[in-house]
């Protein structure tokens, strides 16, 4: 798969297939944008020829930055959960709805909040640089599955003092996809990961995968194979989708570098689902 946008600069992304069409948002800055400040849209029939539609979401005027999420679909609808950083040093998670996957209506006073009896939740309970609460990865999130949804959320745990040593990866339940309650985290290894970044849930084979990304200047600390900076997708592994996860028994890095100054250059993966489906490229439509 290749894209590049023409006039703005490309960061997370994620893809889901509708309708015969795969459709991809992304996190960009704008031209003359600073920090991340929207998300926009490209299609494809194919994940080689696309076609940029720009902009369908902007951050909040008052927000310092906009984060990533996912779609969810929603008997005939669907929701993008996103993150916002507003005010300063609180992360929480927006949501939009659509009909069409083209135009989204932001969805005023919903907000996902962590809960603080079990996540960090005030700037000032962190030694990091602000409590994580990012990227509702939502179980199944197009197969239109009915409530009760479970989603995971990069996170924080309460209490954690030293730096790089409070990532776990959140829990959470909705019965409608938009008002979620937190649960216990799923996987918690502060010797293991600083953090649980765009979270998504996979089951093969009747085993429950959590994959999520983190990059760590520390990596000599979190990442027992690494003797100095760390980066990419890892997973765990549970036999019950809600846990509990733990450390599979081999690498669990999927993709990524170690011992490397740039562990950003390979960072983030995201699952793309096409088990169900058959590209016929002499006509670009699915089968």
């Known amino acids: ?14 893809i889901l297939k509708h309708n015969y069409l795969y459709y991809m948002f992304y996190i960009n800055v704008s031209v003359n944008g600073t920090r991340w400040d929207g998300i926009s849209l490209a299609t494809s029939s194919d994940l080689l020829h ?7 979401i902007d951050k909040h005027v008052d927000a310092i930055w906009l984060g990533t999420g996912m779609v969810h679909k ?8 996103y993150s916002l950083e507003m005010p300063v040093g ?18 005023e006073g919903v907000v996902c909040s962590p809960d603080p009896r079990i996540y960090m939740s005030e700037p000032e309970e962190t030694c990091d640089a602000f409590p994580r609460w990012d990227s509702l990865g939502i179980f199944d999130a197009t197969k239109g599955t009915e409530p009760p949804y ?13 730096v790089e040593k409070a990532g776990v990866l959140g829990l959470l ?16 290894d502060p010797e293991q990961f600083p953090s649980f970044e765009v979270p998504e849930y996979v089951m093969i084979n009747n085993r429950h995968y959590a994959l999520f990304c ?18 990419g997708t890892f997973y765990v592994v549970a036999d019950d989708k809600l846990g509990p996860y733990r450390l599979p028994p081999t690498d669990p890095m999927l993709q990524g570098t170690r011992d490397n100054y740039m562990v950003g250059m390979n960072y983030v993966g995201r699952v793309l689902d096409r088990k169900s489906t058959r590209l016929n490229s002499s006509h670009g439509k699915l089968s």
């Open 50 to 56: 696309w076609f940029e539609h720009g902009r369908v």
């Open 214 to 231: 983190t990059s760590s200047y520390l990596g000599y600390r979190n990442d027992p194979l690494a003797e100095y900076a760390s980066g």
């Open 150 to 162: 479970y989603a995971f959320c990069s996170s924080n745990i309460k209490g954690a003092t030293l």
């Open 173 to 188: 339940t909705s019965e409608d996809g938009l008002n979620w309650q937190c649960l216990e985290p799923a996987f918690r």
């Open 74 to 81: 929603v008997q005939d609808y669907f929701i993008m959960n």
């Open 90 to 107: 609180y992360q929480r998670i927006y949501f939009a709805s659509s009909k069409d996957l083209y135009t989204w209506e932001k969805l």
């Open 1 to 14: 798969m290749l894209y590049r946008p023409s006039k703005e600069k490309q960061w997370d992304s994620w």
